[in-house]
């Protein structure tokens, strides 16, 4: 048996046939084991969905109640057997509840990571390496200019900022699911206590990292408040938001944006952003390479990204690679759509 | 090093001008000296040390990574200098750190000092061709993702972030509460690091005194006035005299401590350029300083830009150029007469004193520039439309158009807008056709910005096109973006940052180009070189088979170097 009878990439996404599931399906199918709660692996309408307790929370609380036919919560280590093969959930270290799917069918391991990062994260169970015979993994930073640094430097280039003008408020572009949590989280251990605001996306999921457990400080509603009022302090919105009129409440703003593009000069402009923060929730160039190393995988198959650099860098430390041809993935935040009450002044 | 790239980066992204000179201020207030003075010098342009040049930079990166990883980087980021400092690889565990700290004393043992700006300004003067790759890839190794590019940007001298000097400069008033333009006038006897007058504005001493007998000054220049300027303009207030298409200079001369007369010619960015023009020397021997344009006469008459070329960017003055070519200086402005600064003077006083410094002077060499009396902007734009007729006589053909100057300004460094306009005569226009575009640089790097063109000439098969110049300016940011898109849709070939564009009789697309003067120019294909290109307008309604050609432009110089 060859790896890819047991996963390969069809339309919906990656398919198991020896298990009878799909992994991520952009489309509807009969079973879904499903890594993490961002929209673009996370999608409604599956008949039976295996994932782990967080993510099958966030799935409930972005689409309802009724969004698979049926649900199954997996806990990290634990094995299940699905017709031929045994899959089992490694924490991703990419959000909360995020997790590496390994497949294993007589004797072939297969590790579909999911999105992942190697880096501390105060907010999610870290990175866990899996030695496999094949590790799929992402590339979206897949080149060497992507290295990310400390996400703690980062955050206090913010507190400087938000020091040296007092007079004008912080708004800080973030996905509304991992990375504004971690956000925060951050500011919280750089010492920063003063409440922090939201925009009305973020509120749901938020107080679910608290209940989580999580402890995220005082969090307030940016709805409301006075202008004046919001000088001097930091609110998180969802990126798409930041260049909204929805902006147009706080006085003279700085636009930050964390996020892993914000490495490239001409990306942040492009998107208006004042104070770029590299800060990421995908692995870096080292953070890829250095994973592909530790998985002792023979054989790499790289997914949405910049697949070219990372196969021809796997390629030159005598890897078997290959591009993957999967399509839907990478826009995280594309669904978060701005609640009512948010647009407008 | 990292406090200064900090700045840089952070000022490449503030738009707001009030943003801006509280991060300076914030800057120069929390550096220690010498560091912020040699910043204050990199934001003013007062550095000057041999640039590297980005094949030296491309070399480094070359010996330290993957050739296929560097091209897919370099691709995606479009910027030298930012994709070596982002790929650059860590030397050794410690080298990245990634903090903002300048000090070195804090540094443990083994980890290398990161270089401070103090360390790279000074090593960079003195500093020999060939050690600089080693210094430089030793202090790639020790600075951080930020630093790198500041770095290198500062190396190779291309420094784009988007403030003036004169915003610089108003920081560090700030820093003292004291008024800019104060630094302005002092600032030609002020050199880097500037320690006497950061000690001045924290109190800690007196005010700097000027001690450099022939100080430049920064030059005052004009905006282009546009048609809907004039209705808020009553020409009451001002005086006007031809453009002269010449070198903008700034003759100075001053006694030295032993009371010899010393003079220096320098260029409008205040570059020494006194040793192309001994012949001009000994006209100045008077103590003054006179803003005017550098010309050659012949028999009298002004002769056109192209005619003064010959004597520009000669290694030697050879008596014969100095014979065949004679300089001459026409004086705008007096900014200095024996010891007096004049420039806080209205320009109708200056001009006064300029009048009767010339005539003192009485040197065949320097004249005055003439001023054009006027009595409404009707009566001006007729003067413009025919200089021959309004005053200019002969030497009309060297006239670019008129200078409007208010007749109660002082002059003042850079470019104000309202007391100085420029009212250029009608370019030269020409429809050409886009033939190749190149990424720009900046805020541009992700868009096709940088067009080469060309027109039609008859070739060995047949019908072709010869590029006949370069222009990155002069269309909108709408503009742009349409011709971002059609590059893009349109591409037959790539190399690097260079796009080919289909340019066919009945396909491409066609580019009114103005232009203000033509040369021969042996280094192009085409023979000949344009002076300030620009796009005008695009002509989506024209075939490239009806763009010009390339007799148009040969026939236009004709009659350009003819007299
Ligand atoms: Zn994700």
Redesign the pocket.
């Known amino acids: 048996m060859r790896p890819q009878d047991i996963l390969m990439p069809v339309a919906a996404g990656l398919c198991c046939k020896p298990g009878g599931f799909h992994i991520d399906p952009v489309r509807p199918v009969e079973r879904a084991l499903i890594t ?1 709660g ?1 929209s ?2 996370a999608r409604a309408g599956h008949g039976a969905v295996l994932a782990t307790r967080e993510t099958l929370d966030m799935m409930r609380l972005r689409y309802g109640d009724g969004f698979a036919g049926s649900v199954q919560a997996v806990a990290y280590g634990e094995e299940i057997r699905l017709g031929d093969v045994t899959a089992k959930f490694h924490p991703a270290g ?2 909360l509840g ?1 997790a590496q799917i390994e497949v294993a069918c007589k004797g072939i391991r297969i590790v579909a990571s ?2 992942y990062k190697d880096v501390r994260d105060p907010t999610c169970a870290p990175f866990e390496v899996v030695p496999c015979d094949v590790f799929i993994t992402e590339a979206t930073f897949g080149l060497p200019v992507f290295r990310h640094g400390e996400a703690a430097s980062e955050v206090k280039k913010l507190l400087a900022s938000v020091s040296l003008f007092p007079e004008r408020a912080h708004l800080v572009g973030a996905y509304s699911l ?1 990375k504004a949590q971690r956000v925060i989280a951050l500011l919280r251990e750089a010492g920063y206590d003063a409440p922090i605001y939201l925009h009305g996306a973020m509120e749901k999921i938020t107080s679910y990292y608290q209940e989580r457990g999580i402890p995220l400080g005082e969090l307030r509603a940016a709805r409301g408040m006075k202008k004046a009022d919001l000088a001097g302090t930091i609110t998180l919105a969802p990126p798409s938001a930041t260049s909204d009129v929805w902006t147009r409440r706080f006085p003279d703003p700085v636009t930050a944006f964390a996020s892993g593009w914000m490495r490239v000069r001409a990306r942040a402009r492009q998107g208006g952003v004042e104070l770029p923060l590299v800060i990421s ?2 692995a870096d160039w080292d953070g890829l390479t250095a994973t592909i190393q530790a998985t002792g995988a023979g054989e790499i198959w790289v997914t949405h990204g910049q697949e070219d650099a990372l196969v021809h860098w796997c390629r030159t430390r005598g890897l078997a690679a290959q591009p993957l041809d999967l399509v839907g993935y990478g826009d ?1 935040d594309e669904s978060e759509t701005t609640p009512a009450g948010e647009a407008g002044a | 090093m990292n406090r200064f790239a900090e700045l840089l980066d952070r000022l490449a992204y503030e738009p707001g001008r009030n943003n801006k000179l509280k991060l300076l201020v914030a800057y120069f207030r929390k550096t220690e000296d010498p560091d912020r003075g040699y910043a204050l010098a990199a934001l003013t342009g007062a550095l000057s040390f041999k640039h590297a040049k980005p094949g030296l930079i491309r070399d480094l990166i070359t010996e330290r990574t993957d050739p296929v990883l560097f091209g897919l980087s370099y691709d995606y980021v479009g910027d030298l200098s930012e994709t070596v400092a982002l790929m650059w690889p860590k030397s050794s565990p410690s080298a990245a750190s990634g903090g903002g700290e300048e000090g070195r004393a804090s540094s443990p043992h083994n980890t290398p000092p990161s270089p401070t700006l103090t360390d790279v300004v000074t090593t960079l003067r003195t500093l020999g061709k060939t050690e600089l790759p080693a210094r430089l890839a030793r202090w790639l190794d020790e600075l951080d993702e930020t630093g790198r590019w500041a770095l290198l940007k500062l190396v190779t001298g291309a420094m784009r972030i988007g403030i003036s000097a004169r915003l610089a400069k108003t920081a560090a008033a700030a820093l003292g509460n004291k008024d800019p333009h104060e630094i302005e006038l002092m600032w030609p006897g002020l050199s880097p690091p500037y320690l006497e007058l950061f000690a001045w504005l924290e109190g800690r001493s007196d005010k700097p005194v000027n001690r450099d007998p022939t100080p430049f000054r920064p030059v005052m220049l004009a905006h282009a006035i546009e048609d809907s300027d004039f209705a808020a303009l009553d020409a009451a207030d001002f005086s006007a005299e031809w453009k002269w298409d010449g070198i903008r200079v700034q003759a100075v001369s001053g006694r030295d401590e032993r009371g010899h007369i010393q003079a220096r010619l320098y260029s409008r960015t205040g570059e020494d350029i006194t040793a192309s023009f001994p012949d001009l020397v000994p006209s100045l021997h008077l103590p003054g300083a006179i803003d005017g344009e550098l010309l050659v006469l012949r028999g009298g008459r002004v002769q056109t830009f192209n005619v003064l070329q010959q004597r520009l960017n000669r290694k030697v003055v050879s008596p014969k150029l100095i014979k065949e070519f004679p300089i001459h200086l026409r004086a705008y402005d007096l900014l200095g007469d024996d010891e007096a600064d004049l420039r806080e003077l209205t320009f109708v006083e200056r001009r006064a004193r300029l009048e009767a410094f010339v005539q003192k002077l009485n040197d065949p060499r320097i004249d005055l520039s003439p001023t054009i009396p006027f009595a409404s902007w009707e009566e001006l734009a007729a003067a413009r439309a025919d200089p021959k007729s309004a005053g200019a006589g002969d030497d009309a053909d060297a006239v670019e158009g008129v200078m409007l100057k208010r007749r109660d300004a002082p002059y003042l460094p850079g470019r104000p807008k309202g007391p100085w306009w420029k009212w250029k005569r009608d370019p030269h226009i020409i429809d050409a056709v886009l033939m190749y575009a190149q990424r720009g640089h900046g805020k541009r790097s992700s868009y096709y910005s940088d067009y080469t063109f060309g027109v039609w000439a008859a070739g060995e098969d047949g019908e072709q096109l010869v590029p006949v110049g370069k222009a990155y300016f002069g269309f909108t940011d709408e503009e742009l973006l349409q011709i971002d898109r059609f590059v893009r849709r349109n591409t037959t070939e790539k190399f690097g940052p260079v796009r080919h564009v289909v340019h066919e009789p009945d396909q491409g697309l066609v580019l009114e180009v103005a232009f203000e003067g033509l040369q021969r120019s042996p280094r192009h294909k085409s023979g000949v070189a344009m002076r300030f290109p620009r796009i005008n307008r695009l002509r989506w309604d024209k075939p490239p088979r009806e763009a010009d050609r390339l007799e148009t432009l040969e026939r236009l110089l004709m009659t350009m170097t003819a007299n």
């Open positions: 993490h961002h673009d692996h990419h959000v995020s999911g999105d991992g929730d995908h995280e």
